[in-house]
């Protein structure tokens, strides 16, 4: 195998529980209130940094999709899945979009957000 080249991602970003790598950024999320088998899931207009299974039809909540399980392409961890094909006309705006695991998955905290909490005017006795 050879070396991993990962794609870094500006902004608020999802990562990879596992070993940290970009993923996704929060803006691309479409939608957080999918469900897995293990619990909610997002799902989003791009990923990064995955390599995609082989494809496969399975029957889920919304109906029968074709779709490619997504692994970490730096620590092979299962993430999700991508929607190839939608049997329902209804589904089709999922086809090529991808569904990330949330307990797969974590959020990045940025630079900007300040831990530090410092007394604000109304913050201050009289």
């Not at 939608?86 to 090529?96: I, L, M, S």
């Amino acid at each position: 195998m050879g070396r991993v080249f990962l794609v870094e991602l500006g902004g608020r970003a999802y990562r990879c529980r596992f070993c940290n790598s970009p993923l996704a950024l929060a803006d691309d999320v479409i939608s957080k209130s999918f469900s897995c088998r293990q619990g909610r899931a997002f799902l989003f207009s791009n990923v990064v940094n995955i390599m995609v299974g082989a494809e496969e039809d399975r029957f889920m909540l919304s109906g029968m999709h074709t779709v490619k399980d997504i692994f970490c392409c730096c620590c092979g961890q299962i993430l999700g899945w991508k929607y190839v094909a939608a049997h329902d006309k209804n589904q089709k705006y999922k086809e090529g979009k991808f569904v990330l695991e949330r307990w797969r998955i974590m959020e990045e905290v940025t630079e900007d957000f300040n831990l530090e909490a410092h007394p604000g005017f109304s913050d201050v006795e009289d």
